[in-house]
């Protein structure tokens, strides 16, 4: 939130030093400008701006609810391999859920705040290894323990492929050339007004400030969205903590709706 409101605030500070730097000339004072040549430089300016505000705003926002999908599927599989557990001997049920557990709540705890920083944790990749040991090491007999062994190893399968993609998420951030021309655009959108011919009186300087504070907005708010897992708005583990509640329901034998 103070993110924003400082670009904000930068942006009314900018937007003011044009209009007093540029609102004292002979044209402004005059108001010379044609106004044929007032809307082409607004509409130009205005429309260059627009394109890459949208195009970053619509981009980082699809990476979000694209990370966010992730992280439901990365928790169905782990719940899946939870609930297929109970098919396996009693000793190596108990392992294997025991392991889930601690995954799971590596995820939630270490991994999570790691992902602030751009990069996975190593205790979590181990604790998803374990739960791969634990599988392989059960004891099955029977056709169907054999069975039972095999789907949830498929599940595990899956949940390490949904990880991968998590992890790679961390990194899907709007690109450097988008963000050079949203500040380029966002300069020219202050500038215009004043180097066009704004006066600078009381007035047309509020509405500069005011103009500066509500490009700054789109701009800062670019730079909240631009990582799924960094910024004001960023990912939360919910996937993740709704697991470790099934878990529990599993365990109790009470089925969600």
């Known amino acids: ?30 108001g010379s ?23 970053s705003v619509a981009g980082a926002w699809q990476q979000l609810n694209s990370a966010r999908q992730q992280t439901y599927a990365e928790s169905r599989a782990l719940t899946e391999v939870y609930w297929g557990a109970k098919g396996l001997p009693d000793s190596d049920r108990a392992v294997v859920r025991l ?12 991994e999570w705040a790691q992902m602030e920083k751009g990069h996975g944790s190593t205790a979590a990749w181990q604790a998803l290894d374990q739960v791969r040991v634990a599988v392989d090491e059960a004891r099955v007999g029977t056709s169907a323990e054999v069975t039972v062994k095999n789907d ?9 492929a949904r990880r991968n993609t998590r992890l790679a998420d961390v990194r899907a951030v709007v690109p450097e050339v988008v963000l050079g021309g949203l500040f380029v655009g966002a300069v020219f959108v202050v500038a215009t007004p004043p180097v066009i011919g704004l006066t600078a009186n009381a007035r047309n300087l509020v509405l500069m400030g005011f103009l500066g504070a509500c490009v700054a907005f789109g701009v800062s708010l670019v ?9 004001l708005v960023r990912l939360q583990p919910t996937a993740f903590e709704l697991a470790q509640v099934r878990y529990d329901q599993i365990d109790t034998g009470v089925s969600s709706s």
């Open 99 to 110: 392991k889930v557990r601690e995954y799971t709540q590596d995820v939630v705890g270490d």
């Open 33 to 55: 400008t044609s106004p044929q040549a007032l809307a082409f430089a607004g509409a130009t300016v205005l429309g260059f701006f627009a394109l890459f505000t949208g195009f």
């Open 152 to 160: 949830v190893m498929r599940n595990l399968t899956d949940a390490y």
């Open 223 to 231: 730079v909240e969205l631009s990582g799924p897992y960094t910024g």
């Open 1 to 30: 939130m103070w993110t924003i409101g400082f670009f904000c605030l930068m942006g009314a500070v900018l937007a003011l030093l044009f209009g007093v730097l540029f609102g004292r000339t002979q044209r402004s004072r005059e």
